[in-house]
């Protein structure tokens, strides 16, 4: 699988946008981009992914660069419960079994 | 979306004793479930993958001998510390494999063990 890059950490006001980059330069045609995120003390949580088109969900946006080496997860309007440790990793889909690499993540704290 | 849970979510136990915890799909059939450890302030690894009937293959560097995997069932995977040390505290983490289309994976809560 391929390495993302991501800050270690990022402060967001709550009630804004919180913009997330994540570097995946050496990523494969096939690989799609996940974003996870943790909580403290709690498993992971599945937020969004997405292959070359941007996605929305409930939860957030995911804009993918015309050259897929690097991407944004977009909290539209973070709160307090959105801080969190925040994963990007590429991984196959379908591949039975296909293992999730985890990085380092960027820890995300939302100030009031 | 798909359930996983763990059980304990908490175990304290003493150096040598064993210690076993349970991870249940509990709306989906997962062939394919994954054993992560992640220690304070750090990230996810990966400890080896549990296919249904089948024996567990683990990451490097981690003992087989010592981490007893089982997945018996397509909604139940156990992970077995043996002979527990201090070292082996740690937040263990179990995720399930949908055996629908995309393979995703569910993650549990999480199992805070605490070896004394």
């Known amino acids: 699988d391929a390495k993302t890059t991501q800050p270690p950490s990022m402060d967001c006001a709550e009630g804004r946008a919180a913009n997330l980059p994540c570097n995946h330069s050496?990523?494969?045609?096939?690989?799609?981009v996940y974003w996870y995120r943790q909580i403290h003390s709690q498993g992971p949580q599945y937020i969004i992914h997405?292959?070359?088109n941007n996605e929305t969900n409930e939860m957030a946006s995911l804009i993918i660069t015309e050259d897929r080496k690097s991407s944004t997860l977009i909290l539209p309007h973070a709160t307090l419960r959105d801080t969190a440790v925040y994963y990007c990793?590429?991984?196959?889909?379908?591949?039975?079994?296909?293992?999730?690499?985890f990085g380092g993540g960027t820890r995300v704290l939302v100030k009031p | 979306g798909a359930v996983v849970s763990q059980h304990p979510s908490r175990v304290i136990c003493k150096s040598g004793t064993s210690v076993k915890i349970e991870c249940r799909s509990l709306d989906f059939q997962a062939t394919t479930m994954f054993w992560y450890r992640q220690f304070p302030k750090q990230s996810l690894m990966l400890m080896a993958t549990s296919n249904e009937g089948s024996k567990a293959t683990y990451e490097q560097g981690v003992e087989k001998d010592k981490f007893l995997i089982n997945h018996a069932s397509l909604t139940l995977s156990t992970l077995t510390v043996t002979s527990a040390h201090p070292e082996d505290s740690s937040f263990y983490i179990c995720?399930?494999?949908?055996?629908?289309?995309?393979?995703?994976?569910?993650f549990g809560p999480g199992t805070r063990l605490t070896v004394l």
């Open positions: 050496t990523i494969s045609g096939n690989e799609y």
């Open positions: 997405g292959l070359k």
């Open positions: 990793i590429v991984r196959v889909v379908g591949a039975a079994g296909n293992k999730l690499t």
């Open positions: 995720s399930a494999s949908d055996t629908g289309a995309g393979n995703e994976q569910f």
